[in-house]
């Protein structure tokens, strides 16, 4: 890794309230914020678009094939894009969230998008979020932080923000789901979610945002400074 720049990883299961706090944190600290949940999940909108069964491995790595993935920075905002189209809305569905958790087993994906996100990080003070980015992505990375919230407190987070955007669908339905992720995203053979030894640990249940993001800043700047 490039010594000169700052990189700080911070992984944990879906709905602990990573990328908001990621990105609020990022802008105060004038490092770039980079979800690379956004990356799974564009790989598995490219599989849904082709109708590809999302759970068959080797038809995910065949699709592969001849598809570009990249990340653009605009005003510090991340766009996703999936051969040059952005995809940024698209792969905020429930149906790509499940397509991203299931492809994001496949080894062949992970082999894709490990380059883009070392060099992302590589020439940038960055704030990466995800799921093993202390443990693979960036094993070097100077801060490493591991979020987590209790199952109810992340699907009730979720429930919300898909109730402002207009969703019907039940909190139930959004606890079943947000537990089969984790459950996939943390029992998987290759780079599962688990905390990176050198990780500080944060629960952000009961939690406020502006509170989580204060933590987040005062670790950083514990580390760096
Ligand atoms: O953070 P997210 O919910 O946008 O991530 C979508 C899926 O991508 C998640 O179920 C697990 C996977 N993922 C991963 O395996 N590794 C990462 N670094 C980021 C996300």
């Given at each position: 890794?490039?010594?000169?720049?700052?990189?700080?990883?911070?992984?944990g299961?879906?709905?602990?309230?990573?990328?908001?706090?990621?990105?609020?944190?990022?802008?105060?600290?004038?490092?770039?914020?980079?979800?690379?949940?956004?990356?799974?999940?564009?790989v598995?909108?490219?599989?849904?678009?082709?109708n590809?069964?999302?759970?068959?491995?080797?038809?995910?790595?065949?699709?592969?094939?001849?598809?570009?993935?990249?990340?653009?920075?605009?005003?510090?905002?991340?766009?996703v894009?999936?051969?040059?189209?952005n995809?940024?809305?698209e792969i905020?569905?429930?149906?790509a969230?499940?397509?991203?958790?299931?492809?994001?087993?496949?080894?062949?994906?992970?082999?894709?998008?490990?380059?883009?996100?070392?060099?992302?990080?590589?020439?940038?003070?960055?704030?990466?979020?995800?799921?093993?980015?202390?443990?693979?992505?960036?094993?070097?990375?100077?801060?490493?932080?591991?979020?987590?919230?209790?199952?109810?407190?992340?699907?009730?987070?979720?429930?919300?923000?898909?109730?402002?955007?207009?969703s019907?669908?039940?909190?139930?339905?959004?606890?079943?789901?947000l537990?089969?992720?984790?459950?996939?995203?943390?029992?998987?053979?290759?780079?599962?979610?688990?905390?990176?030894?050198?990780?500080?640990?944060?629960?952000?249940?009961?939690?406020?945002?502006e509170?989580?993001?204060?933590?987040?800043?005062?670790?950083?700047?514990?580390?760096?400074?």
């Amino acid at each position: 890794m490039n010594n000169s720049v700052i990189n700080v990883a911070i992984d944990g299961p879906g709905g602990a309230g990573k990328s908001t706090s990621a990105r609020a944190a990022a802008k105060a600290m004038g490092y770039i914020y980079v979800d690379t949940g956004a990356l799974y999940r564009a790989v598995g909108v490219n599989a849904l678009r082709k109708n590809i069964d999302t759970k068959d491995k080797a038809a995910v790595a065949a699709s592969l094939d001849g598809i570009s993935v990249d990340l653009v920075f605009e005003n510090g905002e991340q766009k996703v894009l999936l051969n040059g189209e952005n995809v940024s809305f698209e792969i905020r569905t429930p149906p790509a969230s499940m397509a991203a958790s299931d492809v994001s087993a496949v080894p062949e994906v992970r082999a894709f998008l490990f380059d883009l996100q070392r060099d992302i990080a590589s020439r940038n003070n960055c704030i990466m979020d995800g799921r093993d980015i202390g443990t693979v992505v960036l094993p070097d990375a100077q801060v490493k932080i591991f979020l987590t919230a209790s199952a109810e407190e992340r699907a009730q987070r979720r429930y919300k923000e898909l109730q402002a955007k207009g969703s019907t669908v039940s909190f139930q339905s959004v606890l079943d789901e947000l537990i089969e992720r984790d459950y996939n995203d943390s029992h998987r053979e290759i780079a599962p979610l688990k905390p990176a030894e050198d990780s500080v640990l944060l629960d952000t249940t009961g939690v406020s945002l502006e509170k989580q993001v204060e933590k987040i800043i005062s670790i950083i700047k514990e580390k760096v400074q």
